[in-house]
């Protein structure tokens, strides 16, 4: 079976604990300490595969963790990193986050590897923590939690040229003899059950690829039908070709079936009806006598006024398939050379963190003000400082979780020193 989504739990690996031990060595305070280093935790990786198409391997096996790095030990021996999870997708696969629905990445046009969650630091062994005042540390220091997110896969078909249109009309047919694909073909309704790409090569001019989307009907977009299933893959298409039964070979009528398709597109997406768009009138023939002069005048009449021209062909003879994909040609050559791309909406700043207790206190030894506890640990480990985004995800944490609230109670003033674990800074209004 074709998947071309699915809802999947990723997480990183969680960093190892620093160790905590003393070696033993004569005229040195408990032996001295000689706590080794946690190893890194694993990351968790997303890589395009040019020889998968489907999302698949994703139907069964719901659940993906890399590796958690490995405690340090004693004698100052660092704990072994953990290992990273790569997974494998089609190229296309769009990935959101399932709550926000933003996009975290594209894996297209370029974007073939990328670094979705990172694994959480190493804790520090207690041997960083010996000082003149403090010769026996029995302190190490955790590693950092691993990153966990539940994620949503879209595989959204690049192709420069889509092909619409109700079930049974010929897509199939067609893109079979334009190209090099080797779709199903069959006398019954569904018969593509999977969106089918093929590559237009034309003679004296750049040839393109072209996607049979699976039937559209009425009421695709609310989800019925099988249409609804596959809108998405229209999205990076540049043109339409929307197909048309002309001959009424099963009694509909080709103009409403147009309408009807074109509603359906404009009710999934604005912007997405309004792509150039061509029609092919096919089945022209099992036309007898002046049938075809006179549905062909009534299509032309009806929409080319409103910019769609139409082009008379039979996918079965070959008539008018030449000038209709030439025309095609035309249309792209003339079309800015910008590929649809779903731009990050989404990185690790947004997680929200879990209402997990903290301590602000003043310490007179040090003379700072230190703040503590598994959401500052989680909030250090998930934030990049370095970044614009980082830092002032960084600020808005302090204001919303009610840390300087808490630490103007205490009487902070400004230019005094705020630690939380390894990061210091002088508190300013």
Known sequence: MFADSAEIYIRSGKGGDGHVSFRRELFVAAGGPDGGDGGRGGDLIVEVDKGINTLNDFRHKRKFCAGDGQPGSKKRCHGADGEDLVLKVPEGTVIREKETGKVIVDMSHGCTREVILKGGRGGKGNMHYATPTMQVPKYAQPGQPAQELTVILELKTI??????????????????????????????????????????????????????????????????????????????????????????????????DIKVINNELKRYSEELASRPQVIAANKTDVFYGTEEETVITLLKEEFEPQGIP???????????????????????????????????????????????????????????????????????????????????????????SGILEELKALGIEEGDTVKMYDLQFDYYE
């Open 159 to 256: 192709a420069d040229v889509g092909l619409v249109g109700f079930p049974n009309v010929g897509k199939s047919t067609f893109l079979s003899r334009v190209s090099n694909a080797k779709p199903k073909i069959a006398n019954y309704h569904f018969t593509t059950l999977q969106p089918m790409l093929g590559v237009v090569d034309l003679e004296g001019a750049d040839g393109f690829v072209i996607a049979d989307i699976p039937g559209l009907i009425e009421g695709a977009s609310d989800g019925i039908g099988l249409g609804h299933e596959f809108l998405r893959h229209i999205e990076r298409t540049k043109v339409f070709i929307h197909m048309v039964d002309a001959a009424s070979t099963e009694g509909r009528d080709p103009i409403n």
């Open 310 to 400: 139409v082009f008379p062909i039979s996918a079965v003879s070959g008539k008018g398939i030449k000038e209709l994909l030439y025309y095609i040609r035309k249309e792209l050559d003339e079309l800015p050379d910008e590929p649809t791309i779903f731009e990050r909406e989404f990185d690790l700043t947004d997680i929200t963190f879990p209402d997990e207790p903290y301590t602000v206190e003043y310490d007179q030894k040090t003379k700072m003000y230190v703040v503590e506890g598994p959401r500052i640990e989680k909030m250090l480990g998930y934030t990049n400082l370095d970044s614009e985004k980082g830092f002032q995800f960084f600020q808005k944490f302090l204001h919303t």
